[in-house]
């Protein structure tokens, strides 16, 4: 089976630059996604890595590391619209499999 | 632009009423799927498909069922709603290669009195 962990909570203040951590167990393993929610909306995808090293999109950058099972979101200077749910998922045949999500608060 | 819609996006209902979420989607996605969302459990995977005619049941079946008779459409449908369906509902699709990004809908919040 596959199962993800993340932390529950951040909290960073604005222009700061925060990190969420996921670690995985996988049958199998494809590549690692990202997904942003803030509240009351429908998750949206951020970034997709499927080998090592860091992808970065702008102030959003992902990290993986398949021999240690783990990867993680960066955000740098963070504004108040990146409060948010973050979801970390794997791809499991055609469907996905999402982590319980971190929740990131961004203080002023 | 393609987009994919969910209807209702609030609904209240009655223990043991038969009830149905629609979901619409005009990538001409092969993939589409239904996850519900709770507090303290992220996304679980109800049911999916793979194309016109297939369905299959995700971690969460039980109570719910899907028909998938166009490409655009994949409804889902409570057939006798508990308290404990009580959730936000997400519709996504993707194109079915495989890995790729999965588009959401902007959900349904259900409440089962």
């Known amino acids: 089976g596959q199962s993800l962990e993340q932390p529950s909570e951040v909290t960073a203040v604005e222009g700061a630059i925060v990190q969420i951590n996921c670690t995985y167990q996988?049958?199998?393993?494809?590549?690692l996604s990202w997904y942003q929610q803030h509240d009351g909306g429908a998750p949206t995808f951020l970034s997709y890595?499927?080998?090592?090293g860091l992808e970065e999109t702008g102030r959003f950058s992902s990290f993986l590391s398949r021999s240690d099972s783990y990867g993680y979101l960066l955000l740098q200077e963070l504004q108040m619209k990146d409060s948010a749910s973050y979801f970390c998922a794997v791809p499991y045949g055609q469907n996905f499999v999402f982590g319980p999500g971190t929740r990131l608060s961004v203080l002023p | 632009d393609a987009e994919i819609t969910q209807s209702p996006r609030h609904k209240i209902t009655e223990t043991g009423r038969q009830v149905t979420l629609a979901c619409h989607q005009t990538w001409n996605h092969n993939n589409m799927f239904w996850y519900r969302q709770d507090l303290g459990h992220g996304l679980r995977l109800i049911h999916y498909s793979y194309g016109v005619q297939d369905t299959n049941k995700g971690e969460v079946s039980d109570g719910y069922s899907v028909s998938r008779s166009n490409t655009e459409d994949l409804p889902l449908t409570l057939e006798s709603a508990a308290s404990s369906q009580t959730s936000v509902y997400f519709c996504?699709?993707?194109?079915?290669?495989?890995?790729?990004?999965?588009?959401f809908g902007p959900g349904t919040r259900l409440l089962v009195l």
């Open positions: 996504a699709s993707s194109k079915g290669t495989g890995g790729e990004t999965q588009y």
């Open positions: 996988t049958s199998g393993f494809y590549g």
């Open positions: 890595n499927a080998l090592d």
